[in-house]
Structure formats: structure tokens, C-alpha cells
């Protein structure tokens, strides 16, 4: 059973950055591909960007490419998010996620949750 703690979110201005964080624990991380995901007030679930387990292969949604990217480091059990030139669209709920290779996009695919961190970009 892998758990999984998002921080990093916060208040930000439009224009800024931030990097999330998701640390994970009880599993066997280096065998997970991790995905960020997030979900605005009254929205669906959107996938944003996953990697592989080993950090070769990064996928991003068309929506956030050259904004957002993802990184992890193993030997510390992290997968980050990092975000630029926020705007107010990037406002909600950030979540990570982690299961078994092949990664995928879609949410349901996905065994383990963190808890969300939440990001409110303001004009």
C-alpha cells in the first residue's frame, strides 16, 4: 500500500511559479510511474503530466505543455510538479498519483492518491 502527501500549493499571483512536491511511502517507489492531476471547483479530474518509473519518459497534457514539468527523485521517494506563468485557469486541487507501468491518463487507472494540495492563482 503506497501513501502519498502533496505540499508546496499556496496562493500565487498570475505570472508566478510554483513547485509541488509528493512524497511517497510504504511501497516500493521506483516501481510506480507518478502522474499529477488536478480538479478546479465544479470540474472533472484532469490528468496534467506523468512520468515513468525511472524518470525516462515524461507525458504532459497539450493544455500545460511548456508550462508545467515533472521530475522525481527516487532515492527520496519525491515526485515534483513544477509550474510557470500560472494563470487563473491553474487555480484547484493538485493531486499525485502513482501505479504500475504502462503510465496512463486516465484518472481511474490509478490505485494510490495523495490528499491534494490546493493552488489559488489570483489576479
Known amino acids: 500500500q503506497v501513501q502519498l502527501v502533496e505540499s508546496g500549493g499556496g496562493l500565487v499571483q498570475v505570472g508566478g511559479s510554483l513547485r509541488l512536491s509528493c512524497v511517497a511511502s510504504g511501497g516500493t517507489f521506483s516501481n510506480y510511474a507518478m502522474a499529477w492531476f488536478r480538479q478546479a471547483p465544479g470540474k472533472e479530474r484532469e490528468f496534467i503530466v506523468s512520468?515513468?518509473?525511472?524518470?525516462?519518459?515524461?507525458y504532459a497534457a497539450d493544455s500545460v505543455k511548456g508550462r508545467f514539468t515533472t521530475s522525481r527523485d527516487n532515492a527520496k521517494n519525491t515526485v515534483y510538479l513544477q509550474i510557470s506563468s500560472l494563470n487563473a485557469d491553474d487555480t484547484g486541487v493538485y493531486y499525485c498519483?502513482?501505479?504500475?507501468?504502462?503510465?496512463?491518463?486516465?484518472?481511474?487507472?490509478?490505485?494510490?492518491w495523495g490528499q491534494g494540495t490546493q493552488v489559488t492563482v489570483s489576479s
Open positions: 512520468i515513468t518509473s525511472r524518470g525516462g519518459t515524461i
Open positions: 498519483a502513482a501505479a504500475g507501468e504502462p503510465i496512463a491518463t486516465r484518472w481511474t487507472v490509478y490505485p494510490y
